[in-house]
């Protein structure tokens, strides 16, 4: 079974400049996440999407962060303009279901890191 | 609102010799708690859940971890170490309200020979 998908795995922008990482979910997982981790922090939910709607967005900074799953299955997150505190590891995860009858389980890719200079 | 401590940003012990990695939790009612694992450039991995059932919980590759009510606590542990369990450990907590997992900052294992 194919895992999460995601790239690029780094890159190398300068502040101001925009990014878009994009992410390939489990086949069949219906639930997809955004997470940021910083160096030395546990990760942090950006965005939930349940299918193609937001059902969690509210740690997303919305006046520079941007994230779509207009098909259900495949999503990007874009950064404009991107900030010197953006330099992180953007994790995408998925799982089969979401809310009060998911099992906690989550699948992971291997991240993109992003370093703005 | 739910939230993870993790006790110890490293932890180093000798291969063979015992683990513990250390977690209290803050949550409202019963909690579900996770640890989730992450090896050098590979993604994060469930390594065990805790949903109200056995208070010992056992997990992949040999790791257990115990719910203690009492104490607040979720410790992961393993009886002997491998160096291949070197890695990042997160001790996670599932929101009540909504259904978020909150991870802790994480502790590093490194295995010495």
């Known amino acids: 079974e194919a895992g999460v998908a995601q790239s690029p795995r780094y890159k190398i922008i300068e502040k101001r400049q925009s990014v878009a990482f994009w992410c390939n979910p489990i086949?069949?997982?219906?639930?997809l996440y955004w997470y940021q981790q910083i160096l030395g922090q546990g990760p942090k939910l950006l965005i939930q999407?349940?299918?193609?709607?937001?059902?969690?967005d509210s740690q997303l900074p919305k006046d520079r962060f941007s994230a779509e799953r207009l098909k259900g299955v495949d999503s990007t997150l874009k950064i404009q303009p991107a900030k010197l505190e953006d330099s992180a590891v953007y994790l995408c995860?998925?799982?089969?279901?979401?809310?009060?009858?998911?099992?906690?389980?989550?699948?992971f890719g291997e991240g993109s890191r992003l370093t703005v200079l | 609102a739910q939230s993870v401590t993790q006790l110890d940003s490293h932890v180093s012990v000798s291969e063979g010799t015992p683990v513990l990695l250390r977690c209290n939790y803050s949550?409202?009612?019963?909690?579900?708690l996770f640890w989730y694992v992450q090896h050098p450039n590979k993604g994060l991995q469930l390594l065990l859940k805790?949903?109200?059932?056995?208070?010992l919980v056992k997990g992949i590759n040999g790791f257990e971890a115990e719910f203690k009510k009492s104490e607040t606590s979720f410790h992961l542990t393993k009886p002997s170490a491998h160096m291949s369990d070197a890695a990042e450990y997160f001790c996670?907590?599932?929101?009540?309200?909504?259904?978020?997992?909150?991870f802790g900052s994480g502790t590093r294992l490194l295995v010495r020979p």
């Open positions: 995860a998925s799982s089969l279901g979401g809310g009060a009858h998911h099992t906690g389980e989550l699948f």
């Open positions: 086949s069949g997982h219906a639930t």
């Open positions: 999407f349940q299918n193609n709607g937001v059902v969690d």
């Open positions: 949550s409202s009612y019963s909690p579900s």
């Open positions: 805790y949903t109200s059932a056995a208070t």
């Open positions: 996670v907590v599932r929101s009540d309200s909504s259904y978020k997992l909150i």
